[in-house]
């Protein structure tokens, strides 16, 4: 067995590993199994939590001189699996990214197994062509007249977006990519909600605009951006001789899910010459439903660009994020660098495979086999249930938490997945609500939070925004969840919250 063997008993150093290597492997799977079935256990722990100064004591974390048995990096891998949070597990709704898909699982092993890069049809021939096949197909989705335009996988939707800002720069401004900033007479704006993700700002700092001329726009009660005074803003820019040139609207918002509304604010991006981006990457999801679509996202189609993170509510594996553009040829004339030893012009076959070049990572994951597999295994067809699954228990969710005026409190009736309230414990269930109320309410937040932790039975987040102290954020984007774990949520937010 894999007793004494060590790292170099095993392929390819030992030309009769064969064996060993299996036997390694198979035991690796097994545990790999056994997380699978802890995941979906609902007897078992979503954690085992130590605080960090002693978790490193659990652990043997230190890169050795000399070399360990392979039975020790099974040990290993058994202990890293044992203190990991399960994120699959029906109790976990701590992340817009929940669930363990395990057709998509198989596809990552997969990946792993083939491990190649993704910049060039010569190493990853069947990815690349898997690649343009789900990204038309996923263009197709957001509107008739996308079929021709041209998208990539990146590694987020920080970086899905940072792609939208580049290419609407390049798009309004075709030098700068060679001769830089002095090419722009003028201070270029940008124009997001108060609500959207922090990348968005981000681009602003990264690309040289810089964070105050990302301009937040503020929205209504709901979380969706205000037209009127995205309209206002603009023209308060024009008037200081800025050029503003980029509007996101974001399709559901990471805290409370709101969407923005697409078609007023692509009227006004199109009276003013201004690029239109869609950060999808969490709502995206629901273009798949006939039923949830719309309105959300009615207008999608009018976007320049389109960030959509499958690792989301479609429950792919970390990572899988896209961004998707109308027009065809703008990523490869905005990002290509023509690297002579990658991107070579006469080799034996159609070049325009070669996507490494639209992209300004030269490394790029495959992360597209493990999207490609599900899709294949759901159809569009099992997706749209999945969309409608997910919706239906929030809002179930929604309707239990109304019967239970007592002990909570529905911050707002949700447009996604995204369920903001507040838990009520007995001390504060006959006051009024009232500012001051709000405060203590958001005050039980951390200490409820850090008793589901303890107790590793719950995994719920929360935080505070611009308008209210901290509440929970509860999201339902894991196919394991049932109406049993909405009501076992609840129940054990009253159980360890009840003082
Ligand atoms: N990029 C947004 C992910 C945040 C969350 O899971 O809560």
């Known amino acids: 067995g894999t007793g004494s063997a060590q790292y170099d008993d095993v392929l390819p150093y030992k030309l009769d590993g064969e064996q060993k290597t299996k036997e390694f492997l198979m035991k690796v799977v097994e545990i790999l199994l056994d997380f699978v079935k802890q995941t979906n256990d609902r007897n078992e722990k979503i954690l085992d939590f130590h605080h960090p100064e002693d978790m490193i004591k659990q652990l043997d974390l230190r890169i050795p001189e000399e070399p360990l048995t392979l039975q020790q990096l099974i040990h290993d891998c058994a202990t890293t699996l044992k203190y990991q949070v399960k994120t699959g597990h029906p109790h976990f709704f701590n992340q817009l990214s929940c669930g363990l898909d395990l057709i998509s699982m198989a596809?990552?092993?997969?990946?792993?197994?083939?491990?190649?890069?993704m910049f060039t049809y010569e190493i990853a021939p069947v990815f690349i062509l898997m690649e343009n096949?789900?990204?038309?197909?996923?263009?197709?989705?957001?509107?008739?007249?996308?079929?021709?335009?041209?998208?990539?996988?990146?590694?987020?939707?920080?970086?899905?977006?940072?792609?939208?800002?580049?290419?609407?720069?390049?798009?309004?401004?075709?030098?700068?990519?060679?001769?830089?900033?002095?090419?722009?007479?003028?201070?270029?704006?940008?124009?997001?909600?108060?609500?959207?993700?922090?990348?968005?700002?981000?681009?602003?700092?990264?690309?040289?605009?810089?964070?105050?001329?990302?301009?937040?726009?503020?929205?209504?009660?709901?979380?969706?951006?205000?037209?009127?005074?995205?309209?206002?803003?603009?023209?308060e820019r024009k008037t200081r001789g800025h050029i503003p040139f980029f509007v996101c609207c974001t399709s559901g918002t990471t805290v409370l899910g709101a969407f923005d509304p697409i078609n007023a604010i692509a009227d006004i991006c199109k009276k003013y010459g201004m690029w239109l981006h869609v950060d999808a990457a969490w709502g995206g999801g629901l273009l798949l439903s006939r039923k949830y679509r719309h309105p959300r996202l009615t207008g999608i189609e009018r976007a320049d660009s389109v960030t959509w993170n499958p690792h989301k509510l479609m429950g792919a594996l970390l990572q899988c994020s896209t961004i998707h553009f109308k027009e065809d040829g703008l990523l490869m004339?905005?990002?290509?660098?023509?690297?002579?030893?990658?991107?070579?012009?006469?080799?034996?076959y159609d070049i325009r495979y070669d996507t490494g070049d639209k992209v300004i990572q030269c490394g790029r994951h495959n992360d597209i086999f493990k999207l490609w597999l599900q899709w294949r295994g759901k159809g569009d067809d099992g997706f749209e249930k999945h969309m409608d699954r997910l919706m239906e228990l929030s809002e179930y969710m929604?309707?239990?938490?109304?019967?239970?005026?007592?002990?909570?409190?529905?911050?707002?009736?949700?447009?996604?997945?995204?369920?903001?309230?507040?838990?009520?414990?007995?001390?504060?269930?006959?006051?009024?609500?009232?500012?001051?109320?709000?405060?203590?309410?958001?005050?039980?937040?951390?200490?409820?939070?850090?008793?589901?932790?303890?107790?590793?039975?719950?995994?719920?987040?929360?935080?505070?925004?611009?308008?209210?102290?901290?509440?929970?954020?509860?999201?339902?984007?894991?196919?394991?969840?049932?109406?049993?774990?909405?009501?076992?949520?609840?129940?054990e937010m009253d159980r360890l919250g009840n003082d």
Not at 158 to 167: D, E, H, K, P, R
Not at 431 to 447: D, F, I
């Open 107 to 117: 596809g990552e092993w997969l990946t792993a197994t083939a491990n190649t890069n």
């Open 133 to 235: 096949v789900v990204m038309t197909h996923m263009r197709e989705i957001i509107g008739k007249n996308w079929r021709k335009g041209d998208s990539i996988l990146a590694p987020g939707g920080s970086i899905s977006n940072l792609y939208a800002f580049l290419a609407a720069r390049h798009k309004m401004f075709p030098n700068y990519k060679e001769k830089g900033i002095a090419t722009i007479q003028g201070q270029l704006v940008m124009f997001t909600s108060d609500q959207s993700h922090y990348s968005v700002k981000s681009c602003a700092s990264v690309c040289g605009l810089g964070t105050d001329n990302c301009v937040m726009v503020p929205s209504d009660e709901n979380g969706r951006m205000i037209p009127t005074e995205l309209e206002r803003l603009i023209m």
């Open 398 to 491: 929604v309707k239990r938490i109304k019967e239970q005026p007592d002990k909570f409190y529905l911050i707002m009736e949700p447009e996604m997945v995204n369920v903001s309230f507040w838990y009520i414990p007995k001390r504060l269930r006959n006051v009024p609500h009232s500012a001051q109320r709000e405060q203590e309410l958001g005050k039980m937040c951390p200490v409820l939070k850090a008793r589901m932790m303890q107790e590793g039975t719950l995994m719920v987040g929360y935080q505070p925004d611009d308008r209210r102290p901290n509440f929970f954020r509860n999201i339902i984007s894991s196919a394991a969840v049932t109406q049993e774990d909405v009501d076992f949520l609840l129940n």
């Open 333 to 348: 004339s905005c990002n290509q660098m023509s690297a002579d030893y990658l991107f070579m012009q006469d080799k034996l």
